[in-house]
T-cell receptor, first 112, second 116 residues
């Protein structure tokens, strides 16, 4: 079945460091891919998405490119801030269904 | 910005007891969901609900679970006889459209259920 595997955490970075959180997926069809973020005490919020191969989703300085050949959707940011400290979830949505499949989440802590 | 509201934020119960987790989805949304995350594991789909009936459910959503939209605003998840392994963070979500493809889910902040 469909599934998502993402990089284990926790990840701790210094402010202005480069961030990569790896995500790979398994799907039978052509899924849409998402990154959700959960700030402390809040719900999951959509960060970015990509709906087809080679699409790049971007928001708040974060980017991820839908790579069908490597079945990946890695999250990147060139210079992280303390306010980026949160848990990041990779997810996919099967066009034929009505549910999301999430990864385990990767906790990011950015220190000044 | 409208948001999904979940209550309570924390719930502690004894094994075998019934619990009801409450959610108020965004008012003009049509599709409602429950997900859960056991500590250290993936966020797992439990059930989706549309037009006053369940549209999809996972293997996790057995006879011990039920959902209801008792009035025009609340969406509840009931666990009839809780087990230790039901301890998890439960997330409610809603969407104006079907999620298949590129739909967007709006999540609540979750209810942490602890079964002792």
């Amino acid at each position: 079945g469909d599934s998502v595997t993402q990089m284990e955490g926790p990840v701790t970075l210094s402010e202005e460091a480069f961030l990569t959180i790896n995500c790979t997926y398994t799907a039978t069809g052509y899924p849409s891919l998402f990154w959700y973020v959960q700030y402390p005490g809040e719900g999951l919020q959509l960060l970015l998405k990509a709906t087809k191969a080679d699409d790049k989703g971007s928001n708040k300085g974060f980017e991820a490119t839908y790579r069908k050949e490597t079945t990946s959707f890695h999250l990147e940011k060139g210079s992280v801030q303390v306010s980026d400290s949160a848990v990041y979830f990779c997810a996919l949505s099967d066009p034929g269904g009505n549910q999301f499949y999430f990864g385990t989440g990767t906790s990011l802590t950015v220190i000044p | 910005e409208p948001e999904v509201t979940q209550t309570p934020s924390h719930q502690v119960t004894q094994m075998g007891q019934e619990v009801i987790l409450r959610c108020v989805p965004i008012s003009n949304h049509l599709y409602f969901y429950w997900y859960r995350q056991i500590l250290g594991q993936k966020v797992e789909f439990l059930v989706s609900f549309y037009n006053n009936e369940i549209s999809e459910k996972s293997e996790i959503f057995d006879d011990q679970f039920s959902v209801e939209r008792p009035d025009g605003s609340n969406f509840t998840l009931k666990i009839r006889s809780t087990k230790l392994e039901d301890s998890a963070m439960y997330f409610c979500a809603s969407s104006p459209l079907l999620t298949g493809g590129a739909g967007k889910l709006f999540f609540g902040s979750g209810t942490q259920l602890s079964v002792l």
